[in-house]
Nanobody, 128 residues
Framework: QVQLQESGPGLVKPSQILSVTCTVS??????????LNWFRRPPGKELEWMGT???????YESPSFRNRIIMYRDTSKNQFTLQLGAVTPEDTAVYYC????????????????????WGQGTQVTVSA
C-alpha cells in the first residue's frame, strides 16, 4: 500500500522560498499512469490544487501559482518537492501531497476520496 509523508520547514519568513517534500513508500514515483499532486488548505478555506508532477516527469501548475512554483523529483529517494517563491502570510497553510490516476483541474472542487493516497499534511506558517 502506497504511503505519502510531507516534510516542511514549519516557519518561513516573508519573501523567502517555501519548500516542502513528499516521501513516497510502497511504490515508485515513476510508476506509470500516476500523478503526484500538491494541495494546500489555508486557515478557514477549502483545499486548493497547486500543481502536479506526472510519472514521466512532466509538470502542471495551477494558474494561481504560475511563476511562483517549481516542482521536481528525486527518483533515488522516491521523493518529490514543491518550492513556492515570494511567500507572504497568505501562503500560510497546511500543505498536502496526494497521488491520483488523473490530473486535477484548476478551480474544481477537491474530493479526497478520488485520490488513492494522501499525506498527513504539514503546517507551514509565513511570518516575520
Amino acid at each position: 500500500q502506497v504511503q505519502l509523508q510531507e516534510s516542511g520547514p514549519g516557519l518561513v519568513k516573508p519573501s523567502q522560498i517555501l519548500s516542502v517534500t513528499c516521501t513516497v513508500s510502497g511504490d515508485s514515483i515513476t510508476t506509470p499512469s500516476f500523478y503526484l499532486n500538491w494541495f494546500r488548505r489555508p486557515p478557514g478555506k477549502e483545499l486548493e490544487w497547486m500543481g502536479t508532477l506526472v510519472w514521466n516527469g512532466d509538470t502542471y501548475e495551477s494558474p494561481s501559482f504560475r511563476n511562483r512554483i517549481i516542482m521536481y523529483r528525486d527518483t533515488s529517494k522516491n521523493q518529490f518537492t514543491l518550492q513556492l517563491g515570494a511567500v507572504t502570510p497568505e501562503d500560510t497553510a497546511v500543505y498536502y501531497c496526494a497521488r491520483s490516476k488523473f490530473r486535477p483541474q484548476w478551480k474544481r472542487d477537491v474530493r479526497r476520496d478520488d485520490y488513492d493516497a494522501w499525506g498527513q499534511g504539514t503546517q507551514v506558517t509565513v511570518s516575520a
